[in-house]
């Protein structure tokens, strides 16, 4: 009997080692992919309905450009676009990326990612701030 008790005690520690090795070994990128690929996947499932890009000058009043209006939606897709569908039957496309879950490049400029993407799947807002310029663009879900 005290031979098996041992050899389950060996066995147990055998198994708490492996597992612990095992998740030693994901390292912080791994974990910041993961977190990415959800946000993608966040983006990518639905359609997007209303788009608005505001860029703010100091002193100027604030432009205001719908991307997505009355009619119309967005669909991010893998080939790294988000196309426009227009309500004429035409197509518009943007390139973007997220090389994390906490910025996106679109259409050639770097964004903040405002929200938590993956607690919030209804909304999210992209900010730029550079040489006194702040554009933000909203995506909107409905």
Known sequence: ????????????????????????????ETVDNIERDTA???????????VVKTTSIAGQADVTEVLVGEGENMEFKSNGFAYVYLS????????????????MNFDGKEYDIQENIIQTVTKFTLKNSSNGITTTITFKRR
Do not use: H
């Not at 041992?6 to 070994?25: D, E, H, Q």
């Not at 993608?40 to 209303?50: G, L, S, T």
């Open 88 to 103: 004429g039957g035409g197509t518009e496309s943007y390139p973007y990326d997220m090389p994390t879950s906490k910025k």
């Open 1 to 28: 009997m005290r031979g098996l008790i041992l050899t389950f005690k060996n066995w147990m520690f055998l198994l708490v080692g492996v597992l612990t090795l095992g998740l030693a070994s994901c390292s912080e």
């Open 40 to 50: 993608q996947n966040i983006i990518r499932a639905n359609k997007w309905f209303d």
